[in-house]
């Protein structure tokens, strides 16, 4: 079942490097895969949602690499460990190629907003796993969806820097942009948002005769 879906995503996301989004149709995508209309739509209800569906198999990755990590870990230094593991560039390509689609398409832009949400919802279930020590109540339900949409609007922030820096730029070395967003996001909310250190430019001197001059003070 699951690699009926991946095979779908995989001819869709292919599809469009080759003819642009709107290029091919779900028939075309079907007869490759050698399915069904029915059986497409049981997993997506469009081409953008196949399409979008990559930060799924992103996320699952990342997941698998966060379960494995110690059970007394703080949850945001084992998702920062999970993003580390993704040692390999190229595994995150296929997001960063789904971003830059995003960008000319507002219909595959909302397919991956959609799909970000169910991303949140994987990241909670999977946070909870490594919570079930703690007594549940309602401090650590809120705990765990804020970090959730923390962690996911990271990930976000990261993908729109690496977009301004490098475009649809998909080298080894524009991904390894990317990867190295992602992992400093996760530090910067591991530090709570402390700002890194920045030189301040001096202060425009006014060579304006007519600007009123405040005396020196001893």
Not at 38 to 48: K, L, M
Request: aromatic share 6%; glycine share 4%; hydrophobic share 45%.
């Amino acid at each position: 079942m699951l690699a009926t879906a991946t095979r779908l995503t995989s001819v869709a996301r292919r599809l469009t490097a080759e003819r642009g989004l709107n290029g091919f149709t779900v028939e075309e995508v079907c007869d490759e895969v050698d399915v069904s209309r029915r059986t497409f739509f049981n997993y997506f209800n469009s081409t953008e949602a196949a399409i979008a569906s990559v930060t799924h198999g992103f996320l699952d990755t990342v997941l698998e690499q966060f379960r494995l990590r110690p059970a007394d870990e703080p949850i945001l230094e084992s998702a920062r460990a999970a993003l580390v593991e993704l040692a390999d560039p190229m595994t995150i390509a296929p997001m960063a190629e789904l971003f830059s689609l995003t960008q000319a398409s507002p219909v595959l832009a909302r397919s991956e907003l959609e799909a970000w949400d169910h991303c949140t919802e994987q990241i909670i279930a999977a946070a909870r796993e490594r919570a079930v020590h703690r007594p549940a109540n309602q401090m650590d339900e809120l705990y765990l969806r804020a970090l959730a949409g923390s962690v996911i609007s990271c990930g976000k922030a990261a993908m729109e820097v690496w977009f301004d820096r490098c475009g649809t730029d998909l080298s080894a070395e524009s991904l390894a942009i990317l990867r190295q967003l992602l992992i400093d996001s996760m530090g910067l909310l591991g530090s709570g948002f402390t700002a890194p250190a920045q030189k301040h430019p001096p202060a425009p001197h006014h060579n304006n005769p007519s600007a009123p001059h405040s005396p020196e003070r001893s």
